[in-house]
Every structure is written in structure tokens, then in C-alpha cells.
């Protein structure tokens, strides 16, 4: 089975207090990936609390943004009227419970593949594609370029380059 995962299609990484440009001109593409994907979507959603301008995160980048409950939090409409099952809420960039989700999707039936798509290429897309390498070595792991945004241009092909010396293929 191959499985794609939609990392962070939130509305404040859209066009919220950490929106982009490139970010917004992704959404289409993200959504035409889920509809002719043939296999399970998973999803993240960068999840913080009120306390996040507290946390190390938090005074590392002091933009309060996707605090549990609020519509930047919320997976962006166009992309969350596609997705079947409940977001996975990570508190931090990389999502342990996605890798322990994979692995025991793997134990049910053999993954071939998984794509990943979303936002921040640089950040939570590359952190989650390291994860799911380490809980699938075997398995090869994908990153569609062109569904995926970095907080900068510049960021986002840094962090593929990062990613194919990494094993993770780009495509």
C-alpha cells in the first residue's frame, strides 16, 4: 500500500500570521495530490497551547500561531474536506505517534511507499520525513516539491537538498 501524509495544511501557515505566498499557491496542488491519491491519507496539525510563547519553541520563534481551537489551527478548508480521518495533533515538529501509525499500518499490510506534502518544507515536512525513514528504513519515502512550501524559497530547497542526501526521494 502506499500512503500519503499531509503535514500542516493549517490556515495560520496559509495565509494566518505565518502565511506565505508560496504557502497559498500550494493549496489547489495539495488538494488534486489527496483526490488522486490511490491509498490512505494521514494528516498532521501542529498543535500549541496558551502557554506556547513559553515553550522552547515558543521563544525560539514568538509568533503565537496554531494554538489548539482557534481557525489557525484548523486544517485549511479546501484540503480538509478531503480528509477522512482525524488529523494527528503533534505538539512538536516531527510527530513520534505518525512513525508508530506507519509501522503499525506496515504490520497490517506491507507500505511500499510514503509521500509527504505541506507546510513548512524546511521545518515540520523534512523533520517528519526523517521520522518515517527511521521507522520504516526499508520503505522508500517521498517528498512531492511541488506540494510542499518553506517558510522561504530559499529554506525549501535547502531542506530537499537536505532531505535527498538523506535517502528521501524528491519528486
Known amino acids: 500500500m502506499k500512503i500519503l501524509v499531509v503535514v500542516d495544511m493549517q490556515n495560520d501557515f496559509i495565509d494566518g500570521v505565518l502565511g506565505t505566498p508560496e504557502a497559498r499557491a500550494i493549496v489547489p496542488r495539495v488538494a488534486e495530490k489527496i483526490k488522486s491519491f490511490d491509498g490512505p491519507v494521514l494528516a498532521t496539525r501542529d498543535t500549541h497551547q496558551s502557554d506556547y510563547l513559553e515553550t522552547q519553541e515558543g521563544r525560539n520563534l514568538p509568533v503565537e500561531h496554531c494554538i489548539e481551537g482557534t481557525d489557525g489551527w484548523e486544517i485549511c478548508p479546501e484540503v480538509a474536506k478531503l480528509l477522512t480521518g482525524k488529523p494527528i495533533d503533534k505538539p ?4 513520534v505517534e505518525l512513525g508508530e501509525r506507519l ?69
Open 92 to 95: 512538536a515538529f516531527g510527530s
Open 103 to 171: 509501522r503499525e499500518l506496515n504490520k497490517q499490510e506491507a507500505v511500499e511507499s510514503v509521500t509527504l506534502v505541506g507546510l513548512c518544507t524546511d521545518i515540520c515536512v523534512i523533520s517528519n520525513a526523517m521520522i518515517i525513514k527511521a521507522a520504516l528504513p526499508e520503505v522508500p519515502v517521498y517528498v512531492d516539491a511541488d506540494c510542499c512550501a518553506g517558510v522561504t524559497p530559499e529554506s525549501h530547497m535547502r531542506a530537499l537538498e537536505a532531505m535527498k542526501v538523506c535517502q528521501i526521494r524528491i519528486a
